[in-house]
């Protein structure tokens, strides 16, 4: 069906036809864009799942459609000034792989549009109506997953102010989380923060000085924790508060085991003095390294997924180094990385690639070794996830961006490159930090040759 976009209508017709059979509003977008159903509605406007038509494959993209239901002068400039603001929001941090990339913005028929990336997948809220109540393995994946986030988006100077279960989708198609609804985000900028501003977000999930208008990265975390607590308990977050006491009590309402060590972080992410709080989002990834066991920091088990079909286009053998990530032996599947790619490249003998190896390096054994690291680290380690992270610092092929991931994965201290021994070898190393296959005479430099491999899109 094609959904007419007209809000005093909003007639379904079908799917060929270019104008409402009900009112003769034009049914597609900026001659591309044809609705097809509502998704959801605020007090800022309506969603639609769409398609590009003007595409071959005809994907799905989503629709945002300014439609204020607040009254008065004021209220209609606000709204126009958020809606505006979500898409300048979207732009800046729609090219991280878990936030909705901006496809278009405009104006059509006296009202305004966003197109962005579609989402398939669940909320966090419709998985929690369909299974109940979250395990703890659960609540540490989804932190683990939206922590770097929110690590990215504050290093943007973004304050989210609206993470709630709904605004958390798990994406069918690599069950990654994706935050979406950027429309509350706030510039966090030394003068924006200094002055008190338009309370904005979902009741049950603010946090305190939000409330009043003050918020700051600290408060994406609270809720981030309120959201925890919700899906722990499966109870409203109100609930869940004790007024008389002004405390949390979520604990009284748990059907599911809970260990001290993930209860002591949320009850920090809880705090209602944001200085008693996490202050980072990195600050959690770090206690919550704490709540992995012992033994698994050894051996860790990989995440449940298909068994990997070892493909090689020169006919390498990638069995050992299974072998060696699957014990948990990560210096060792280091080296064998190094050795494999060495082989695969043709260059046993001179022990370096340079920049034609990488760019000729084949897409079969890249995707390999890639999925190997990350299956059998939890999706901490791999070229994908280093990917991620260059793109976060830059995307550039060149020795500035090369010395900021290094900077991020822990390569790199005092502003000074690390010797190969003294890089940490186990889960306590940070996300990104292996493989490490890539030492200066591996083509380093201005430009080297980690930098090109991760522009490669095959990752």
Same mark, same amino acid.
């Given at each position: 069906?094609?959904? #007419?976009?007209?809000?005093? #209508? ?20 900026? *001659? ?7 998704? $959801?509605?605020? $007090? ?10 003007? %595409? ?15 009254? +008065? ?47 398939? !997948? ?43 279960? *709904? ?23 030394? =003068?924006? @923060? ?26 994406? @975390? ?32 748990? =059907? ?6 993930? +209860? &002591? ?9 944001? /200085? /008693?709080?996490?202050? =980072? ?17 050894? =051996?860790? &088990? ?20 299974? &072998?060696?990530? /699957?014990?948990? %032996? ?112 591996? !083509? !380093?430099? %201005? ?13």
């Amino acid at each position: 069906m094609s959904q #007419c976009l007209n809000p005093d #209508c909003l007639h379904s017709n079908p799917k060929t036809t270019n104008f409402c059979q009900k009112c003769g509003s034009k049914l597609l977008l900026k *001659e591309r864009y044809r609705g097809l159903k509502i998704l $959801g509605q605020g $007090g800022f406007g309506r969603t639609f799942q769409a398609v590009d038509e003007d %595409k071959p494959s005809q994907p799905y993209c989503v629709i945002k459609q300014f439609f204020p239901q607040a009254q +008065g002068t004021n209220n209609q400039e606000k709204a126009e000034e958020l809606f505006k603001r979500e898409a300048i929001q979207l732009e800046q941090l729609g090219k991280h792989p878990q936030i909705p990339e901006l496809f278009a913005y405009f104006s059509q028929d006296h009202r305004q549009y966003l197109v962005q990336e579609y989402i398939e !997948g669940q909320n966090l809220n419709q998985e929690l109506s369909e299974t109940g109540a979250f395990s703890e393995d659960k609540i540490i994946k989804l932190l683990e997953n939206v922590l770097p986030i929110l690590t990215f988006i504050h290093q943007q100077q973004v304050i989210h102010r609206d993470i709630k279960p *709904e605004n958390i989708i798990r994406r069918k198609s690599d069950h990654k989380f994706v935050l979406v609804d950027f429309g509350a985000a706030k510039a966090a900028t030394r =003068t924006a @923060l200094a002055v008190t501003g338009t309370v904005i977000g979902s009741a049950g999930y603010v946090a305190p000085e939000q409330a009043v208008g003050k918020p700051t990265f600290a408060s994406d @975390l609270y809720s981030l924790g309120v959201t925890c607590i919700h899906l722990l308990t499966n109870i409203e977050p109100f609930d869940l508060f004790d007024v008389s006491e002004s405390d949390w009590v979520w604990r009284d309402y748990l =059907t599911v085991k809970v260990s001290d060590r993930l +209860g &002591q972080v949320l009850d920090k992410l809880l705090q209602q003095g944001t /200085k /008693k709080r996490f202050q =980072t989002a990195q600050e959690v990834l770090d206690a919550l390294q704490l709540t992995v066991k012992p033994t698994s920091l050894q =051996t860790p &088990q990989p995440t449940p997924q298909l068994n990997i079909e070892l493909k090689s286009a020169k006919g390498v053998n990638y069995d050992q180094l299974e &072998q060696l990530l /699957k014990a948990g %032996k990560w210096k060792e599947a280091d080296r064998e990385t190094a050795n494999k790619m060495l082989e695969v490249a043709g260059r046993t003998q001179e022990l370096w690639l340079i920049r034609e190896d990488i760019n000729n390096f084949p897409c079969e054994d890249l995707r390999t070794i890639d999925q190997l690291w990350v299956k059998y680290s939890n999706g901490r380690f791999g070229f994908s996830i280093q990917q991620e992270i260059w793109l976060e610092v830059g995307g550039k092929v060149d020795y500035e961006t090369e010395k900021k991931l290094g900077d991020r994965v822990g390569w790199r201290k005092n502003s000074s490159w690390m010797n190969y021994d003294h890089l940490t070898f186990s889960f306590q190393a940070p996300v990104g930090h292996l493989p490490r296959v890539f030492t200066s005479g591996w !083509g !380093g430099g %201005k430009g080297g040759v980690l930098a090109l491999l991760l522009s490669r899109q095959e990752l």
